[in-house]
């Protein structure tokens, strides 16, 4: 770790956050009120993204829980993730895959690029709930053990979630800047999501993002 013109740099930061051990066991309590960190249930399948750079403004780091069903459709399933929030992030060379297996075709890959044509995805008020992150990562005035529910640089805990614990360990800043980004995820939802040179296909066999 070194520090940068005010900021904090690290190669390849990595990051996975849980909750607590007192948070699992109140899983079924906020499952019964739908209290967990998406505003919906999650599928029982996660996505990978990667992104060339991501450039975050007012930025908030957490653990939480999401829920959803299993690929059957049973409801009871619960994920770990590490929740960032950012007040607006541009990102380019977006790109997203998930893979599915179809009885008799086998496996199909949807991917979904954009911001990869000179001007990047644009988005505000943006939460990505994720179980791995790899990046080479910037932050500019960072603080790092902020109780989660006193953050004042970011967006603050997701609207709902009432299992990231107010004084349950977190960061902030006032920027981030990840490079080389390679993530897995459950959930991602934002109050806006501007997607420039959006491209959609579905390709036999697996095609991921990474």
């Known amino acids: 770790m070194s520090q940068v013109r005010g900021g904090t740099r690290w190669k390849r930061f990595a990051v996975v956050m849980v909750p607590s051990v007192a948070a699992t066991a109140a899983i079924g309590v906020a499952l019964a009120q739908g209290a967990l960190a998406a505003s919906f249930a999650v599928s029982g399948q996660e ?11 007012g930025m908030v780091q957490y653990g939480s829980l999401d829920a959803g069903t299993d690929l059957e459709g049973k409801a009871g399933a619960h994920h770990p993730v590490a929740v960032s929030g950012f007040n607006s992030a541009e990102i380019t060379n977006m790109c997203q895959s998930v893979v599915t297996e179809i009885p008799g075709l086998g496996a199909i890959t949807m991917k979904l690029t954009a911001g ?14 994720s179980s791995a992150l ?7 005035n960072i603080n790092i053990g902020v109780a989660a529910g006193q953050s004042s640089k970011g967006p603050g805990i997701q609207s709902g979630d009432q299992m990231a614990k107010k004084g349950g360990f977190a960061q902030e800043a006032d920027r981030a800047i990840l490079t080389d980004v390679k993530q897995t995820a459950w959930a991602t939802s934002a109050g806006t999501f501007k997607l420039s040179g959006l491209k959609l296909r579905l390709n036999l066999g697996k095609n991921e993002c990474y």
């Not at 990869?116 to 709930?129: H, S």
């Not at 790899?134 to 500019?140: G, L, N, P, Q, S």
Request: aromatic content about 10%; proline content about 3%.
């Open 134 to 140: 790899d990046a080479d990562a910037e932050f500019r």
């Open 47 to 57: 996505f990978k993204v990667t992104a060339g750079k991501l450039d975050g403004h």
């Open 116 to 129: 990869d044509g000179g001007t990047p995805v644009a988005a505000k008020k943006i939460y990505i709930d």
